[in-house]
């Protein structure tokens, strides 16, 4: 495993990489609350199929990341993914995300699905749809509570980092029952939350793409704006995720939405982090789908 810097503008993002430099890439986006060694699993799988694994840390997740005018919107976001494939001098990548890493696939899929040989998300299904599914999902809405929370200034910043992140460490333990970080990993996402701006990026991803004014479109978004996603995409879903109710996929993904096509996967006895409480079925799939005819 080795660190590299990729560039956006003026911002740098460390990044993870594993496998040969030649190999086809495969840039893995990270969630919440996470860091690029949530994917230490697939960076090693996918290296050893002969694929250059990358694993960025996300926009304001380290200093060198933060801009200064704390813009974090998933479309930014998004066009930070494009201009990493630029800076590794890529053509076209297989682009893969968790989490809010999900949420900036889909979108950097419709902006520019040229750059994209495929897509693969993992734990958050196609949001545009979203607010429909709500209507008929009733407890959806409660496990989305601290999306709410996240909204109060000072008090959710306060939380969040009382009693050593406990906060962090018990939502992470509602999403994915019965699974916990060891403690060697759960001391290196702390490090990440800790450092300067972060717990503010942290939090800014929230108030700026999942404010009760985006989520009823109020507020422009790509998040909800871009529907159509012309890369043929993989929908990965832990059965058992506490966060994200897996049954919501069956109503989220239409035909007319992924012209290229879209395969849905649950995954059983798996929950949020599927790719750390369940690595392998996962990386059996990714392998998969990644090794499918190149567009």
Known sequence: MQQIILRSGALSFTALTCGPSAGPVVLLLHGFPDNPHTFTAQLQALASAGYRAIAPTMRGYETSSQPKDGDYRVGTMARDVLAWIDDIGADKVHLIGHDWGAAITYVAGALAPDRFHSLTTLAVPHMPRMRRALLTAPAQVLKLWYM??????????????????????????????????PEAEWSNRRETFETPGVKQAMLGYYRQNASLGVSLGLFPSDLYRLTTVPVRTLAIAGVDDGCMDSRLYDQLFLEEDFPAGFKILKIESAGHFMHIDAPQPVNDALLEWLAQPAD
């Open 148 to 181: 709410r929370f996240f909204q109060l200034p000072w008090v959710s910043e306060w939380a969040i980092e009382l009693n050593d992140w406990a906060m962090l460490r018990w939502l992470s333990s509602r999403w994915s029952p019965g699974f916990s970080l």
